[in-house]
C-alpha cells in the first residue's frame, strides 16, 4: 500500500505557484521523499526528492516540515504544460537489493488553467 | 541518448496468445524494472531485476516471467494472455544505490489489449 496521502484534484491558475501537498506520517528516518509526475499517460517522469531538507532544482521545490510527516511540492510558476498526475512516493535510503521499487498511489490530478 | 525504449508501443492479443515485451536502455543503469497501469491507477511493479542474470518478483508477478540476459535488456513475457493483462506496461531503469535511491526513468509504456 501507499504510505502517502494526497487530494484526488488541484486546480491552478497558469502563470502561478502551484502547491501540492503530501501527507506520510508514517515515514522513517531512513526514507526519502520522491516526486514523479505522469502527463496524459506517458511515462512518469522523475521530478525532485528530498530526506529532511527543502531542496530545489530546474523544475520544483520541496519543503518538508520539521517533523518529515508532511512535504509540498511547489512549482514556481505552472504552465499548461504541468498538467499531470502528481505522485508523492517514500523510498528506503539502503540499498536492499529489492527496495528501489516504486510504489505509487493514485497521486492528484493537477489541472492548469489559462 | 535514446533512455529508456519499449517495444512494441501497442499490442492486440487473444486469449491464451503469448507475447514478449522488450524494454532496452542506454543509461548503462544496474537495476531494471516493469509496471502497469491500470486505467485511473497508479503503477504497480511486476517483476525488477538489480543485474544482469538476476530477477526478482515484484508485487503483481503472476501471469508473467522475465529475463535479464543482456544488462541493457528486460524483456517481460506474457505465457498464456489474459484480458485481465489488459493493461499499459512501462518499464523503467535506474542506477544502483549505495545509500541514496536513484531516481528511476521510464520508458513510453506499451498499451496491450487481450480480448
Known amino acids: 500500500d501507499a504510505k502517502t496521502t494526497q487530494p484526488p484534484s488541484m486546480d491552478c491558475a497558469e502563470g502561478r505557484a502551484a502547491n501540492l501537498p503530501c501527507n506520510h506520517s508514517?515515514?522513517?528516518?531512513?526514507?526519502?521523499v520522491y516526486w514523479y509526475r505522469q502527463i496524459h499517460s506517458q511515462g512518469p517522469q522523475y521530478i525532485i526528492h528530498?530526506?529532511?531538507n527543502n531542496e530545489t532544482n530546474e523544475m520544483a521545490s520541496l519543503i518538508i516540515t520539521e517533523d518529515r510527516k508532511s512535504s509540498t511540492l511547489i512549482l514556481p510558476h505552472a504552465t499548461l504544460r504541468d498538467t499531470a498526475v502528481y505522485y508523492c512516493?517514500?523510498?528506503?535510503?539502503?540499498?536492499?537489493?529489492?527496495?528501489?521499487?516504486?510504489?505509487f498511489g493514485k497521486g492528484m490530478k493537477l489541472t492548469v488553467n489559462p | 541518448n535514446a533512455g529508456v525504449t519499449q517495444t512494441p508501443k501497442f499490442r492486440v492479443l487473444k486469449t491464451g496468445q503469448s507475447m514478449t515485451l522488450l524494454c532496452a536502455q542506454d543509461?548503462?543503469?544496474?537495476?531494471m524494472y516493469w509496471y502497469r497501469q491500470d486505467p485511473g491507477m497508479g503503477l504497480r511493479l511486476i517483476h525488477y531485476?538489480?543485474?544482469?542474470?538476476?530477477?526478482a518478483k515484484g508485487e503483481v508477478p503472476d501471469g508473467y516471467n522475465v529475463s535479464r540476459l543482456k544488462k541493457q535488456n528486460f524483456l517481460l513475457g506474457l505465457e498464456s494472455a489474459a484480458p485481465s493483462q489488459t493493461s499499459v506496461y512501462f518499464c523503467?531503469?535506474?542506477?544502483?544505490?549505495?545509500?541514496?535511491?536513484?531516481?528511476?526513468?521510464f520508458g513510453p509504456g506499451t498499451r496491450l489489449t487481450v480480448t
Open positions: 531485476s538489480v543485474g544482469e542474470g538476476t530477477t
Open positions: 508514517t515515514i522513517s528516518g531512513n526514507e526519502y
Open positions: 528530498g530526506l529532511k
Open positions: 512516493i517514500v523510498r528506503v535510503a539502503s540499498f536492499q537489493g529489492g527496495s528501489e521499487k516504486l510504489v
Open positions: 543509461m548503462n543503469h544496474e537495476y
Open positions: 523503467a531503469s535506474s542506477y544502483a544505490s549505495d545509500r541514496t535511491p536513484y531516481e528511476q526513468y
